[in-house]
């Protein structure tokens, strides 16, 4: 198309991408009928949505300048041209001329044939020729081979009758050979009958000889398992029995062997005048009292002339402390049902450092404060 006409006044016309710039130049010359005496100048771009570039120099081919790889590129191309007073008429819109004046300017030659245009013809007469040469010598080669073919065949299948003819024989003689041995075959299968029929008669009787043997068994089998769970229950209830008893006997054991380790550790303690009389056991069951600490043998301890440690703290409650230590917990019923004896006895569970005691005690007072 022009640089100055409509966008629809445009035409397509294809070459190749190796057609030099100078060539498609004078095509389009031709094709808008510009006067020899104006000077012309090619704007194109590869895409339609690529950028105007600038094709001034006409000994380089097409493809080289656009970047293309195929022929089947559609690039659009604008041709420029001067008025009478060689103005240029304007690039296409969008395009930019370069900052280089000399740039600007058309370089090199119009060129008026194509490049493929002195060798199409006598390229097809070569290929043509060639052709023909490469036919001729084919059918040559072709009969020949076919005529060496025919005869190699007819060999072939005289050898194959002489083949055929001596299997034939082989197998009639086969065939008679078959047939002597089908009849001795048919006079087994006769004794096979037979004795199929003997054994047929045999297997019905083991049959109802094994199904009589089942039975006795599953009767035999029912009757032993019957025998056997009651053996098992009566087993059950005198190993319960027995278990019973070794739990029993377990336990007094414990207790013995309980009562052996206080009267082994007797220790008598005088709390505040008050005299009670425990064991080692007793006093060292809460690791973490003061008690455990003081009759743990890391400590000497010094004694009173009939034998027992002084404490000097008020012993009114001191009971309640021991039945805690024997017992390792607070049984119902077994503590005053008074608040001030219940301070009085958390001080003296603080003093000894009995954290469950205290706890205990701590939680019936919060609950009487909240009642209250």
């Given at each position: 198309?022009?640089?100055?006409?409509?966008?629809?006044?445009?035409?397509?016309?294809?070459?190749?991408?190796?057609?030099?710039?100078?060539?498609?130049?004078?095509?389009?010359?031709?094709?808008?009928?510009?006067?020899?005496?104006?000077?012309?100048?090619?704007?194109?771009?590869?895409?339609?949505?690529?950028?105007?570039?600038?094709?001034?120099?006409?000994?380089?081919?097409?493809?080289?300048?656009?970047?293309?790889?195929?022929?089947?590129?559609?690039?659009?191309?604008?041709?420029?041209?001067?008025?009478?007073?060689?103005?240029?008429?304007?690039?296409?819109?969008?395009?930019?001329?370069?900052?280089?004046?000399?740039?600007?300017?058309?370089?090199?030659?119009?060129?008026?044939?194509?490049?493929?245009?002195?060798?199409?013809?006598?390229?097809?007469?070569?290929?043509?020729?060639?052709?023909?040469?490469?036919?001729?010598?084919?059918?040559?080669?072709?009969?020949?081979?076919?005529?060496?073919?025919?005869?190699?065949?007819?060999?072939?299948?005289?050898?194959?009758?002489?083949?055929?003819?001596?299997?034939?024989?082989?197998?009639?003689?086969?065939?008679?050979?078959?047939?002597?041995?089908?009849?001795?075959?048919?006079?087994?299968?006769?004794?096979?009958?037979?004795?199929?029929?003997?054994?047929?008669?045999?297997?019905?009787?083991?049959?109802?000889?094994?199904?009589?043997?089942?039975?006795?068994?599953?009767?035999?089998?029912?009757?032993?398992?019957?025998?056997?769970?009651?053996?098992?229950?009566?087993?059950?209830?005198?190993?319960?029995?027995?278990?019973?008893?070794?739990?029993?006997?377990?336990?007094?054991l414990k207790h013995m062997a309980e009562l052996g380790k206080v009267q082994e550790s007797r220790i008598k303690l005088d709390i505040g005048g008050n005299q009670f009389t425990t064991s080692l056991l007793t006093l060292t069951k809460d690791p973490d009292s003061m008690l455990a600490?003081?009759?743990?043998?890391?400590?000497?301890?010094?004694?009173?002339?009939?034998?027992?440690?002084?404490?000097?703290?008020?012993?009114?409650?001191?009971?309640?402390?021991?039945?805690?230590?024997?017992?390792?917990?607070?049984?119902?019923?077994?503590?005053?049902?008074?608040?001030?004896?219940?301070?009085?006895?958390?001080?003296?569970?603080e003093f000894y450092q009995l954290s469950g005691l205290d706890e205990y005690l701590r939680d019936l007072l919060e609950k009487k404060d909240s009642e209250g």
């Amino acid at each position: 198309m022009l640089s100055n006409s409509p966008p629809e006044d445009f035409h397509i016309v294809r070459f190749s991408k190796m057609e030099k710039v100078g060539h498609i130049e004078h095509k389009a010359r031709q094709l808008y009928q510009v006067c020899p005496g104006l000077k012309s100048r090619l704007w194109a771009k590869a895409e339609a949505d690529t950028d105007w570039r600038p094709l001034f120099y006409r000994e380089k081919s097409i493809g080289v300048v656009l970047d293309m790889d195929s022929d089947f590129t559609r690039p659009v191309i604008v041709l420029e041209v001067t008025n009478t007073q060689e103005e240029w008429l304007g690039p296409p819109e969008g395009a930019e001329l370069p900052e280089d004046d000399k740039d600007c300017e058309a370089h090199g030659h119009l060129i008026e044939n194509s490049m493929f245009d002195d060798v199409t013809t006598q390229w097809e007469l070569d290929i043509h020729e060639q052709i023909d040469q490469v036919g001729k010598n084919f059918l040559d080669k072709l009969h020949g081979n076919f005529n060496v073919f025919v005869q190699r065949a007819k060999d072939h299948i005289e050898s194959r009758e002489c083949q055929l003819r001596e299997r034939e024989r082989q197998v009639c003689a086969r065939e008679s050979v078959t047939e002597r041995l089908a009849t001795r075959l048919e006079l087994k299968e006769h004794r096979l009958e037979e004795e199929m029929a003997r054994c047929e008669e045999k297997i019905k009787e083991y049959e109802s000889l094994r199904l009589e043997l089942e039975r006795k068994d599953v009767e035999r089998k029912e009757e032993q398992e019957r025998a056997l769970a009651v053996k098992e229950e009566e087993l059950r209830l005198r190993r319960d029995e027995l278990k019973a008893e070794k739990d029993k006997f377990q336990e007094e054991l414990k207790h013995m062997a309980e009562l052996g380790k206080v009267q082994e550790s007797r220790i008598k303690l005088d709390i505040g005048g008050n005299q009670f009389t425990t064991s080692l056991l007793t006093l060292t069951k809460d690791p973490d009292s003061m008690l455990a600490a003081m009759f743990s043998g890391r400590h000497q301890l010094k004694t009173e002339g009939d034998g027992s440690y002084f404490i000097d703290r008020d012993g009114t409650h001191f009971r309640y402390l021991l039945n805690y230590l024997r017992d390792g917990c607070i049984k119902e019923g077994t503590l005053p049902q008074n608040e001030t004896m219940w301070r009085e006895l958390r001080t003296e569970a603080e003093f000894y450092q009995l954290s469950g005691l205290d706890e205990y005690l701590r939680d019936l007072l919060e609950k009487k404060d909240s009642e209250g």
